[in-house]
């Protein structure tokens, strides 16, 4: 057995798949080239019999980032392009009809083996759910040469129906064996013996990669990943920031960096280059509107708060007596002084690509500007609040409707005011003002009278990016469009309504909270179809840091 442990991410597809996490098509490829950048092995970029806008997505991604070296930073050897597919033709026609435009395309089928989802769920008895699974694999490998089969509900299934079932798949022609623990039950002692079982009784199965996917619904997902590799596991299903169903799916973060850290335990490597996971993170939490909490492990805003709090004396006398790793290894950049009201363009360019960012020179010009702006208001410009920078102006969803003023009256002396100009779709000026219970609040109401897109606030989130009275504010919020927006969910086969995120930062927190609001009712506005979503205007994309 190999000591390489393949990252399978399907934040695209089991992320992206919970209530919440709906992603534009160009936000879903911006993550994309992100996941390519990180170096997973497998990126699982959506389930395409969903809608023929999920079918185009992912085969945007087929052909954009699927290809080899065709983006600048890209690694040589694109990763492999996975469509998910129920055990039916039609899902694995449209999966094949989305991958087969990526250089390694695979496809992933996936039928329910548990006793309590073959009797209320499929209906069928074990046998069909036998020759279905054959026959489905066998059917996805007329096409496709890389074929990934998930017994669905593994971890509460028999597992001797579990290798006959497994042993069908692979004399089927599949390749990979995912095994999940779809509603996060068992625990790691159990996952792990699970998989030592399905490795010793499956006839066939040293031709196969054995792969884990789990869910944390008791909190356990990364602690059953890791059993299930040191079980003999060579793929990890995971998701940035562990976004998935319910409790989410296992995070790639805590995976990857459990075994990067206590490598003399475990013995694996991974192709990932750790240092962009903090970017990743940042990323598909902008997109998502998903916060990341505070205590998160490996990307949480406190995961190494220690330097600068209680634990600051030992620190000071040995980094290594409350640090396990260095920041630096995830991508946390210090938040020292690194540029100044005085600094150039130059230093300015110089220090966004060691940063790992690469702008076109009309977009450095933008954020140029932004960054001066910003200096004049706050001495101390900082990594961080360059990150916020560059993902206000850029990781932004084509702008529908654009900002162009807002005036806020507000304190105890009389009623919240806002008034706001906004520029539509016809180049025309909207204006409007009302009161409201806060800022926030008259400025979102006056939105609302100008733009007619029904919805309901379901989180703000608001924070600041760096120390200091005069810090940028970042907003997160989500909202849930009342007009019926629905996407299909792969498992429970049922329409689940689908909620938009939406990202601002300024060192003004009602603007940063009203560009938030904008961005996630310009999301909305494209999937109600108001306009298409075409390229949005301005693209950034991150270099790898060497
Ligand atoms: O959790 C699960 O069982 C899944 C399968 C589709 C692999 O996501
Ligand atoms: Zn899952």
């Known amino acids: 057995m190999d000591n390489y442990v393949r990252i399978f991410d399907t934040t695209l597809r089991d992320g992206e798949q919970s209530p919440g996490a709906t992603m534009t098509s160009a936000e879903k490829l911006e993550v994309a080239r992100v996941l390519a950048r990180l170096g997973v092995d497998v990126i699982e970029a959506g389930f395409p019999a969903a809608s023929p806008d999920d079918l185009a997505a992912v085969r945007r991604i087929a052909v954009e980032v699927g290809q080899p070296a065709r983006v600048e930073g890209m690694p040589p050897k694109?990763?492999?392009i996975c469509g998910l597919a129920r055990a039916n033709k039609n899902d694995i026609d449209k999966a094949w009809e989305a991958v087969k435009h990526a250089a390694r395309p695979r496809i992933?089928?996936?039928?329910?083996?548990?006793?309590?989802?073959?009797?209320?769920k499929l209906k069928m008895d074990p046998e069909q759910v036998i020759e279905r699974a054959a026959e489905m694999v066998a059917y996805a490998r007329g096409m496709c040469e890389d074929v990934e089969f998930s017994p669905e509900d593994a971890g509460r299934s028999d597992p001797d129906f579990l290798y006959v079932v497994l042993a069908e798949?692979?004399?089927a022609g599949a390749t990979t064996l995912n095994i999940p623990d779809t509603v996060g039950y068992l625990t790691p002692v159990e996952f792990g013996a699970l998989i030592s079982g399905i490795i010793k009784?499956?006839?066939g199965i040293g031709n196969c990669i054995v792969?884990?996917?789990?869910h944390d619904d008791l909190g356990m997902a990364t602690a059953n990943t890791l059993a299930g590799i040191q079980a003999g596991a060579r793929q990890a299903e995971v998701t940035v920031n562990g976004i998935g169903e319910r409790a989410g799916n296992t995070s790639l973060e805590e995976v990857v960096m459990a075994l990067q850290t206590r490598r003399p335990v475990y013995n694996l490597t991974t192709g990932i280059d750790s240092t962009q996971i903090m970017r990743a993170s940042k990323l598909v939490s902008n997109y998502t509107g998903i916060v990341v909490q505070p205590n998160k492990a490996i990307v949480g805003a406190n995961a190494f708060a220690h330097e600068a709090g209680i634990h600051q004396d030992g620190m000071l006398k040995h980094q290594q007596t409350y640090e396990i790793m260095r920041p630096e290894t995830v991508g946390v950049t210090h938040s020292s002084l690194v540029l100044g009201k005085h600094s150039g363009r130059h230093a300015f360019k110089s220090r966004l690509t060691e940063m790992g960012f690469a702008l076109s020179e009309p977009e450095l010009d933008k954020a140029f500007t932004r960054f001066k702006d910003l200096a004049d208001k706050k001495k101390v410009i900082t990594d961080a609040d360059l990150e916020a920078l560059v993902a206000d102006e850029f990781y932004q969803p084509r702008e529908v409707y654009v900002l162009d003023g807002l005036q806020v009256a507000c304190g105890t002396l009389g009623l919240p005011t806002a008034t706001v100009r906004l520029r539509g779709p016809d180049g025309q000026e909207h204006i409007r003002a009302s009161v409201g219970t806060g800022p926030v609040d008259a400025a979102y109401k006056a939105i609302d009278q100008i733009i007619s897109a029904p919805n309901t606030l379901q989180e703000f989130v608001i924070h600041a990016v760096t120390e200091g009275i005069d810090a940028l504010g970042e907003v997160t919020v989500r909202i849930e469009g009342q007009n019926g927006q629905h996407s299909l969910d792969a498992q429970k086969e049922v329409q689940q309504a689908k909620t938009f995120g939406g990202y601002g930062a300024d060192t003004d927190i009602i603007v940063a909270a009203v560009k938030a609001y904008l961005s996630a009712i310009n999301k909305l506005l494209v999937a109600q179809g108001v306009l298409g979503e075409g390229e949005r205007p301005a693209q950034v994309g991150a270099v790898a840091a060497s």
Not at 108 to 120: D, G, Q
Not at 211 to 214: A, F, I
């Open 108 to 120: 992933h089928t996936f039928l329910a083996t548990s006793e309590i989802h073959m009797r209320y």
């Open 169 to 171: 798949a692979i004399k």
């Open 201 to 203: 009784h499956t006839p």
């Open 211 to 214: 792969s884990v996917h789990c």
């Open 78 to 80: 694109p990763p492999i």
